[in-house]
């Protein structure tokens, strides 16, 4: 009896895991099938748009456009460097309030929690006037140093510096050991699992986003993939075979992303405990 509601529950809980993965790949096959037909408005039933046949052109006249190839470049070149940013300045303040004692930390710290608590939108109209008064409108300045820190990365990396052991690097410093050095060479590599998901979270991120690149650019050449795939919305029409592919090829690096690096993602997230 006991063996027969054990192997009900499983079943169960397979079944319900199954729906729920179904319903996130479900989208993904959606926009596949619609990229993967000619005027896929056109068809006026499901069983006719399946039936249709398949046609790369969406892909190619993508891929040779101009102004896609644009977008791409910008959407890497801004995702890469504040990826980079963060990585580098979220370790600093991150150890920093994990390893120093200094006046107002605490009130510090405070705030970074704080601002975690602000969504974004609300900086929405500040930041745009910020950026006016600099003369970065249309800049990679805009896109790039507003987004170099995060306070959900310091609060991660603090975090995570809390759960190592501080004899590590008094055992160093007692051997001569500079502080960057230290930093660089003992706390960083022991912080990769953390660093990883950081970076791939703020990779991610700013792969994706549209607000702000949105509000920032009114040129061509300065728009990120997001920002270049919401042009293809007309006001009396939609080119959904073109739109489809687009967001295929930018959800492409993603997807490659998390396949490599799904365990370093596992890791990062439940290796050690968060301490105060």
Known sequence: MVEKTSVLTKTLLYCALGFVAFGMIAPMLWMLLLSLRQHPESYGTFGGLFAAPASIENYTDALSSDAFGKYFLNSTFVALLVTAGNVIFCLWVGYALARRNFIGKRWLFGSILGVMMIPQQVIMIPLYRLM?????????????????VTPLGVFLVRQYVLALPAEIEDAARIDGAGEWYILWKIVMPLCKPILTVLALYVFLSNWNSFLFPFLFTNEESMRTLPVGLAFYLGKQSIDWGHLMAGASISALPILLMFVFFHKRIIQGLTAGALKE
């Open 132 to 148: 006016v008064e600099f003369g970065w409108i249309n800049t990679y300045y805009a896109l790039i140093i507003p987004w170099l």
